[in-house]
Structure formats: structure tokens, C-alpha cells
Nanobody
Framework: QLQASGGGLVQAGGSLRLSCAAS????????MGWFRQAPGREREFVAA????????LFENSVKGRFTISRDNAKMTVYLQMNSLKYEDTAVYSC?????????????????WGAGTLVTVSS
């Protein structure tokens, strides 16, 4: 089970850190990622990280602004979002997969978590 938190309202240019807490004993075996869905748009990949944190992937529009990290001891993955833009407004959901970061980016997801809303005011 995955539970995302940390969303909220922030002004453009601001920062937020999302957290996704997992339950279960196999967290360390999964690549973890974040997706988002803006109103009226399809869900899109945002970022992913390998089981040991050694590989990260980012969607082009967030490169250089977002970072993803994980703490396997706490069974938590984080998404640090800086220099937020209005177009980053969306519901952000975390996901877990066994096919690595590229598999997650391609949509091969084993588990989805409930989303957390991020609203960026312009």
C-alpha cells in the first residue's frame, strides 16, 4: 500500500516536497515513481528511481527543477519540487514497479497510491 502526502497550495516559484510512504516488506525491491494528472489531461510520468537510488529518470519539463530520492529504511520515496510553475498543478500519485525506472516510465506499474493535490498559483 502506498500513501502520498505533502501536496498543497504554493505560489509560482515556490517549493514543495511530496512523500510516499509504503507498507509491506518488499519496498526495497521496487523501483518507485511519481505520476501526475492535471484537470482534463491524461496521467503523465514525472520521475522514477531505482530500488537502490542509483538511477533516476525525469520527464523533460521537470528536469533541473524536481529531484526524487528514497529512504528504504523508512520505506518512503520523496519528490522535491522546486521552481514550481502553474503548469505543475495536478494530482500527484506515487507508484511502484518491478521493471525498473524505465519500466515505470513506460507505465509498467505494480501498485498505485492515492494522489495528493498540488496547486500552483500564478
Amino acid at each position: 500500500q502506498l500513501q502520498a502526502s505533502g501536496g498543497g497550495l504554493v505560489q509560482a516559484g515556490g517549493s514543495l516536497r511530496l512523500s510516499c510512504a509504503a507498507s509491506g516488506r518488499a519496498f526495497g525491491a521496487y523501483a518507485m515513481g511519481w505520476f501526475r494528472q492535471a484537470p482534463g489531461r491524461e496521467r503523465e510520468f514525472v520521475a522514477a528511481i531505482s530500488w537502490n537510488g542509483g538511477i533516476t529518470l525525469f520527464e523533460n519539463s521537470v528536469k533541473g527543477r524536481f529531484t526524487i530520492s528514497r529512504d528504504n529504511a523508512k520505506m518512503t520515496v520523496y519528490l522535491q519540487m522546486n521552481s514550481l510553475k502553474y503548469e505543475d498543478t495536478a494530482v500527484y500519485s506515487c507508484a511502484a514497479g518491478l521493471s525498473g525506472p524505465r519500466g515505470l516510465a513506460a507505465g509498467t506499474v505494480s501498485f498505485w497510491g492515492a494522489g495528493t493535490l498540488v496547486t500552483v498559483s500564478s
